[in-house]
Structure formats: structure tokens, C-alpha cells
């Protein structure tokens, strides 16, 4: 396999942030499951013989996920700890706003309505309680995620169709699903 090959890889499932099954991998590389397999496998080989290197590959059922290591829990057990401690930034809340608003959402969805990788934005909202993760609620993405009964209770909402001018924003999304539905 070519580096080109595994550099692509590594770039996807990066950028994912989350599992992703080998077909999906296959598809967006343009190869056959069985060479992904091997790519996945020969990744896997050269994460593992770099010696200060902090990732490795989770494998299961199908799926795969470049994440760090094990001896590295400490660090991220304290991030998280001050992470819960601080305020929300303006990046997290918008993300928030967005899920909130618009969704259900893939994570997909979210980095292209902001413009930017919305992942670490969204697993500090998963962690605080404020979205949920939902398994096949939108046809694309592995995840679809919403805003949490926490959240509506922490804002004092019965439901997030009672939050400010709601339907004006949902209106907006309607409006360019049917547009990108048209246009395919």
C-alpha cells in the first residue's frame, strides 16, 4: 500500500473522531473492503512501532477508530475534570445552538453548518449532559445527536420546540434539505 494510501486513512479517522465501519472507509477511499483491511492492518503496524507515539487503532465488528493510548488516561481524566469545571466558550455554545435548533444532527452535518471540525466541541457537550448521541436517526453519519432532557430542564423548556423563534430556525434547514434534494 502506498504511504498516500495510509496518510488518507489516518486523515479520516482523525477527522471522524468516532468509529467508522470498513465499508464506509472503502467508500470514501474508492477501494475494496478487503484493502482497507489490509491498509487498517499496516496502520495499526506502524502506530504500534512508533515509540513516542500516542495513538493506536480500536478494531471491532467492523469498525475502526485511531484513538490514544491506554497509559495516557491521566491526562485526559484531568482534562475532562477542567473541562466540566469551566464555563462553555462561544464555540461550544454555538455548537450547542446549532444541535438545539437543527437537530437531529450527524456530526458531519454540524461541522459543515460551522465550518470547522465540531468534534472536540461535541464530545464536551456529550460529557457535560447538554446533547445526547443517537444511533441512526439521520441517513447520513453514524450518529445523530440532539439536544438533551438536561438541557431543556437546565434552560426551563419543556421541549425544544419552545425555544426562541424555533420554527424560523428549522424552517431554514427544511428549506436547504429540499434544495439539496432537488439539486441531486
Do not use: C, W
Not at 3 to 15: K, P
Not at 45 to 53: C, V
Not at 132 to 156: M, N, P, V, W
Amino acid at each position: 500500500m502506498s504511504d498516500n494510501r495510509l496518510a488518507q486513512l489516518e486523515a479520516l479517522l482523525f477527522y471522524h473522531g468516532e468509529a467508522v465501519t470498513l465499508k464506509r472507509i472503502s467508500s470514501i477511499l474508492k477501494t475494496t473492503e478487503k484493502r482497507v483491511e489490509k491498509l487498517v492492518l499496516e496502520y495499526k503496524k506502524e502506530l504500534e512501532a512508533r515509540e513516542q507515539g500516542g495513538f493506536t487503532l480500536l478494531q471491532d465488528k467492523g469498525k475502526v477508530q485511531l484513538v490514544t493510548k491506554p497509559e495516557f488516561r491521566s491526562i485526559f481524566e484531568k482534562l475532562v475534570s477542567d473541562e466540566l469545571k469551566e464555563d462553555l466558550t462561544p464555540a461550544s455554545l454555538e455548537t450547542l445552538a446549532i444541535i438545539a435548533y437543527l437537530g437531529p444532527l450527524s456530526r458531519a452535518e454540524i461541522d459543515y453548518i460551522r465550518g470547522v471540525n465540531s468534534s472536540f466541541m461535541v464530545r464536551n457537550l456529550v460529557l457535560r449532559g447538554l446533547i445526547d448521541r443517537q444511533k441512526g436517526l439521520k441517513k447520513r453519519g453514524a450518529y445523530a445527536y440532539t439536544a438533551s432532557f438536561d438541557f431543556l430542564k437546565h434552560i426551563g423548556l419543556g421541549k425544544t420546540e419552545d425555544l426562541p423563534e424555533y420554527e424560523k430556525y428549522h424552517d431554514v434547514l427544511q428549506k436547504l434539505e429540499e434544495q439539496e434534494q432537488e439539486s441531486s
